[in-house]
């Protein structure tokens, strides 16, 4: 007898005349059926969530790829067009670079001003 066959033999084939221990290794085989197509169920429905959690991830890698296609083209666009604006009204970009350049150096310089004045009072109660 192979070893499988060990752990499929039924009480009928255990012989020996006790009722009492062949109704409890029927009742141990009946569980072990059972919970080996519980098992089965169990693994078949994991198998089936990590089919599908597969699946959506490759349609968001899918639709990011697509996506970051769209914004290589827009920047591209965006600069072909500022670009061609330069070109073609050299002084006014020129002009808007230079409005653009203190504008953002004030807003820097009072951050920077916020940023010093905080954290030379932080922690002190009187201010």
């Not at 009492?20 to 969530?49: F, L």
């Not at 996506?67 to 061609?84: F, M, P, R, V």
Request: charged share 25%.
């Amino acid at each position: 007898m192979e070893m499988s066959e060990n752990f499929t033999t039924r009480p009928s084939n255990l012989g020996g005349g006790n009722s009492g221990s062949a109704g409890a290794a029927d009742t141990v085989h009946k569980v072990a059926d059972a919970a080996g197509s519980t098992v089965d169920r169990m693994a078949s429905s994991a198998h089936a969530a990590v089919d599908k959690t597969a699946d959506m991830a490759a349609q968001a890698a899918e639709t990011l790829g697509v996506k970051g296609e769209q914004l290589k083209e827009l920047q591209e666009q965006w600069l072909e067009k500022s670009s061609a604006y330069v070109r073609d009204n050299p002084v006014k970009a020129v002009g808007i670079a230079i409005v653009g350049g203190f504008l953002l150096s004030r807003l820097l310089s009072i951050a920077r001003e916020r940023f010093r004045h905080g954290s030379r009072h932080r922690g002190r109660a009187d201010c």
